[in-house]
């Protein structure tokens, strides 16, 4: 049997599984390859390798591009165990099925009708045509901007480094850009001591926002390049990122203008630029340049808000997605002034996306406050509940903000976290619709109304 008839066969296997399914799947054997090669001696400088709950834990936080971690990446791990995370991160990003279904097709494997379906699925799209097309442009896509970056990081950072510059640059050009928020900077600082490189955090704000905004947006804005020619996706994602981004950035500024402990020493200009960037941060990437944990209550709140929020839609970022919640406001606003339809920049959205939206926030709502729930029983009033709070909604919008709790937690309060990042990185509505038999019913049933509000 030759090897294109193998992989016909297993091919053949595996995609009698839903689509769901096997997305899921997918990034449950990368978090465990992930996972046995960090507990290899050679992954760690003391040579004795990660135990499993640690090395499952961050796996799962690389291959969910969330950040969140119980090593130090710079001085607990060595050379290989970096190459692992920066593996982990990449693929994580773009997903398993995107670079597997690159490589079947450029073998000449032909793809099946229910193949293309879980192809249509992992994509987000709405329909087969152009799939192989959009997966192509998602990977050229992707190295050419990590590529420019990595250049542009390495010749920034070789003063500082010398030849490990080029280590410093690809890592951090694919952190970013992935939304990962892992750095190299070591003892867990992220870029609280960099506050003053404005290349480095520019840089870094720009591959997060790239990362961030979804391959079809990026995609119109190189073919396009004209508002009344966008599609009506690419309207609404970069509608809702620039009103995130900077009412977002506001409301950090001014509430933590006063606060010594964070931004109230530093000049205006300061303030206003690192207010920005943690917005454009928490919502997806987990990258700051203050101590989180000094931070306002209310700033604290609002970082939650925007990270359950997260990214947009297939992008390398996390949360409900910037569209449903767009969708959702829309749709309020319609209620409001009696209408309905939703009508936004000239286009009728229909009935099953707005039904889509609102499953998809409150099936995220549940999921928090449950997996909070657990966390915070786990913990036994160790920490504040709004404190265990932000750290599930980081997890589940795969953000990996931190506010120093990460490695305090015990087995089973990784274990949690860790499902949780996996759900918020596959998505809550494909993982629940993996576990749910679905089944179209016959029967009709009569409609009645009930009194709600």
Not at 16 to 22: A, E, G, S, V, W
Not at 119 to 146: M, R, V
Not at 335 to 349: A, H, M, N, P, S
Not at 353 to 375: E, K, N, P, Y
Request: aromatic fraction near 14%.
């Amino acid at each position: 049997m030759d090897f294109k008839n193998f992989v016909e066969i297993e091919l053949q296997n595996i995609f009698r599984l839903k689509p769901t399914q096997i997305i899921l799947l997918s990034f449950v054997f990368m978090i465990f390859l992930g996972t046995f090669l960090l507990m290899l001696p050679i992954s760690t400088q003391n040579n004795l390798g990660l135990n499993f709950i640690d090395a499952f834990f961050v796996s799962t936080s690389a291959s969910c591009v969330t950040g969140l971690t119980v090593v130090d990446c710079k001085n607990d791990l060595t050379f290989f165990g970096k190459v692992v995370m920066i593996f982990l991160i990449q693929i994580g990003g773009l997903g398993i099925m995107t670079l597997a279904t690159l490589f079947f097709h450029s073998i000449g494997h032909k793809f099946h009708l229910k193949q293309n379906l879980t192809l249509q699925e992992s994509l987000n799209q709405n329909s087969q045509s152009g799939i192989f097309d959009l997966i192509k442009k998602i990977i050229q896509y992707t190295l050419a901007i990590e590529f420019f970056f990595a250049i542009l990081l390495t010749i920034h950072f070789f003063p500082e480094f010398g030849f490990e510059a080029v280590g410093y640059g690809i890592f951090h050009s694919i952190s970013a850009f992935c939304n990962a928020g892992f750095d190299l900077f070591g003892n867990y600082d992220s870029l609280c001591k960099r506050t003053d490189d404005y290349f480095l955090i520019t840089s870094i704000g720009i591959l997060i926002i790239l990362g961030g905004i979804g391959f079809t947006v990026i995609d119109d804005f190189i073919h396009k390049k004209n508002w009344k020619k966008f599609s009506l996706h690419t309207k609404i994602v970069i509608v809702s990122n620039i009103f995130l981004i900077f009412v977002g950035g506001f409301l950090i500024f001014f509430v933590e203008f006063f606060n010594e402990k964070t931004l109230g020493n530093l000049p205006i200009f300061d303030q206003i630029f690192q207010s920005i960037f943690t917005s454009i941060s928490c919502r997806t990437a987990g990258f700051n340049t203050f101590d989180l944990s000094q931070s306002e209550q209310i700033s604290q709140l609002i970082m939650i808000i925007l990270m359950f929020i997260g990214a947009s839609p297939l992008s390398t970022g996390g949360g409900i997605k910037s569209t449903t919640f767009f969708v959702i406001l829309a749709s309020m606003w319609s209620v409001f002034r009696d209408r309905d339809e939703i009508i936004v920049f000239d286009r009728k959205l229909s009935k099953n996306l707005r039904d889509s939206a609102f499953a998809i926030f409150t099936m995220g709502t549940i999921w928090v406050v449950i997996a909070g729930i657990i966390l915070s029983a786990i913990d036994e009033e160790v920490h504040d509940l709004e404190t265990i709070i932000f750290e599930t909604v980081s997890g589940f919008a795969t953000v990996g903000m931190g506010i120093g709790i990460t490695s305090d937690w015990n087995f089973f309060g990784k274990l949690i976290l860790s499902l949780t990042m996996l759900v918020g990185r596959v998505g809550i509505m494909t993982f629940m619709l993996s576990l749910i038999t679905q089944k179209n019913s016959v029967i009709k049933y009569p409609q009645e109304n009930i009194m709600i509000g």
